[in-house]
């Protein structure tokens, strides 16, 4: 299993631009989740979903939108770029609650730039 | 422990020596807590989980103690070594969540040194 991967690595935006950062995972989970890292701090949640169709706001959604058409697949998606949204971005997916593993698995990040 | 803006404390360790991170979590009604390590330039990866109705739970190399009355959690790692270094976090899950959310804590930057 490659587990959760994401893509691109690194991206620099212009304000205002917009793009979307990719996430997958093969591990069939059905939670997944979108954080964001500023320096120094720990992860905020951005989005979740529960399901294939399924998404709702975390702690810092404004900004930002999500969807989620597959399992496997839960893109995030920028429209507006701003300096503030400068940040590391982390995808993570879990088996359901009451499963017995309650850990998240993470993607290797995301390390966006917006000028 | 938490820390305020961009400087994550520090914990120190010659190599060898146990180390032990501490962790005060915010709310009472959590029932889960995990911790993650994260090395540089890389996404947090899982070290071990406790439930709340234990109070202690063994890994290897790695212990967890949860103290529900002071809302306290530590990492206790033994033997410390080079490849221990990174940022420790801790996250906990609240008993109402039926999503799997975690809230974390700002980390500690742990620094193993010879």
């Known amino acids: 299993n490659a587990g959760v991967t994401q893509t691109p690595k690194f991206r620099i935006l212009k304000i205002g631009q917009s793009m979307t950062l990719q996430c997958a995972q093969d591990?069939?989970?059905?939670?997944m989740y979108w954080y964001r890292q500023d320096p120094g701090m720990g992860l905020k949640l951005i989005y979740y979903?529960?399901?294939?169709?399924?998404?709702d706001k975390g702690e810092v959604p404004n900004g930002y939108n999500v969807s989620r058409s597959t399992t496997e697949d839960f893109p995030l998606r920028l429209e507006l770029a701003a300096p503030s949204q400068t940040s590391v971005y982390f995808c993570a997916s879990r088996s359901p609650t009451g499963t017995g593993n309650n850990e998240q698995f993470f993607g290797p990040g995301t390390r966006l730039t917006v000028l | 422990g938490e820390s305020v803006g961009l400087h994550l404390p520090t914990l120190s360790v010659q190599e060898g020596d146990n180390s032990i991170i501490n962790c005060a979590y915010s709310?009472?009604?959590?029932?889960?807590f995990i911790w993650y390590k994260q090395e540089s330039g890389k996404g947090p990866q899982f070290i071990i989980d406790i439930r709340s109705n234990m109070d202690k739970r063994q890994g290897q190399r790695v212990t967890v103690l949860l103290n529900k009355t002071v809302k306290h959690l530590s990492l206790q790692i033994a033997a410390t070594q080079p490849g221990d270094s990174a940022v420790y976090f801790c996250?906990?899950?609240?008993?109402?969540?039926?999503?799997?959310?975690?809230?974390f804590g700002a980390g500690t930057q742990v620094v193993v040194t010879p």
């Open positions: 979903s529960v399901g294939a169709g399924i998404t």
């Open positions: 709310n009472s009604a959590s029932d889960y």
């Open positions: 996250a906990e899950k609240s008993a109402t969540d039926s999503w799997g959310k975690l809230q």
């Open positions: 591990m069939n989970h059905n939670y």
